[in-house]
């Protein structure tokens, strides 16, 4: 349980860094780095803990919401050229 909760925590400094420069944040490294860290512990303990208890439902759910996230990405990027 903790080397996850350590590898969710590293993972969550580098993805804060890079979602506060996408969404064009104005935050300090520190800053960003504990945004992510928080948002990739709340959300990787409670995405474990929704497909414990929701199953192939829940997955699906979770299936498209990244998937229209990626499509609204997607969208966004190739607008800018």
Do not use: C, H, K
Not at 41 to 66: H, I, N, P, Q, S
């Amino acid at each position: 349980m903790l080397p996850g909760i350590l590898l969710l925590a590293v993972i969550g400094a580098a993805a804060g860094y890079v979602a506060t420069r996408l969404m064009r944040v104005d935050a300090d490294l520190p800053t960003a780095m504990g945004i992510g860290v928080l948002g990739a512990l709340l959300g990787g303990l409670g995405l474990r803990t929704l497909l414990t208890m929701g199953g192939w439902v829940v997955t699906f759910v979770l299936a498209v919401l990244g998937s229209m996230a990626l499509i609204w990405i997607w969208q966004n990027v190739t607008r800018r050229r």
